[in-house]
């Protein structure tokens, strides 16, 4: 856990600026523009743990909860394909749509190819609703 800084620590960052916290994981001095925070109330980390932080969080994303969204994306989009499912396909659009924002830029391509399949059903639907068979 982070601590206060010693009276007379200086920021490793800015040697010019007195450090108020010492990083709680790598034993880093810190001054207020250097810290980063969860919560407001939370205690600081150094900006490199920081970046470690976010690195891992983005790969646990990607290895758990994210590759089941594009996943459930692209399913819903092959399923879109068939027509008269609307409702189905509203909620494919917006899955996949989501699921391209959070998803790293490598790894798009799943939901990418559910919502070009989305579309594709819609259009066969609204064609299959506008202009029906005799």
């Given at each position: 856990?982070?601590?206060?800084?010693?009276?007379?620590?200086?920021?490793?960052?800015?040697?010019?600026?007195?450090?108020?916290?010492?990083?709680?994981?790598?034993?880093?001095?810190?001054?207020?523009?250097?810290?980063?925070?969860?919560?407001?109330?939370?205690?600081?980390?150094?900006?490199?743990?920081?970046?470690?932080?976010?690195?891992?969080?983005?790969?646990?994303?990607?290895?758990?909860?994210?590759?089941?969204?594009?996943?459930?994306?692209?399913?819903?989009?092959v399923i879109s394909l068939a027509p008269g499912c609307f409702p189905l396909q509203l909620l494919s659009l917006v899955l996949n749509i989501v699921a391209i924002a959070r998803a790293p830029h490598g790894a798009r391509w799943r939901p990418i190819v559910g919502l070009v399949l989305t579309l594709l059903g819609s259009v066969g639907s609204l064609l299959f609703y506008f202009f029906p068979r005799s």
């Open positions: 856990m982070s601590s206060p800084a010693p009276s007379g620590a200086q920021c490793a960052a800015h040697p010019e600026a007195a450090a108020s916290w010492v990083c709680g994981r790598c034993g880093t001095f810190m001054c207020p523009e250097c810290e980063h925070r969860v919560r407001p109330e939370a205690h600081p980390l150094c900006p490199s743990c920081w970046e470690l932080r976010e690195r891992t969080l983005a790969t646990l994303h990607t290895e758990k909860g994210g590759t089941r969204l594009q996943t459930a994306g692209l399913i819903l989009g």
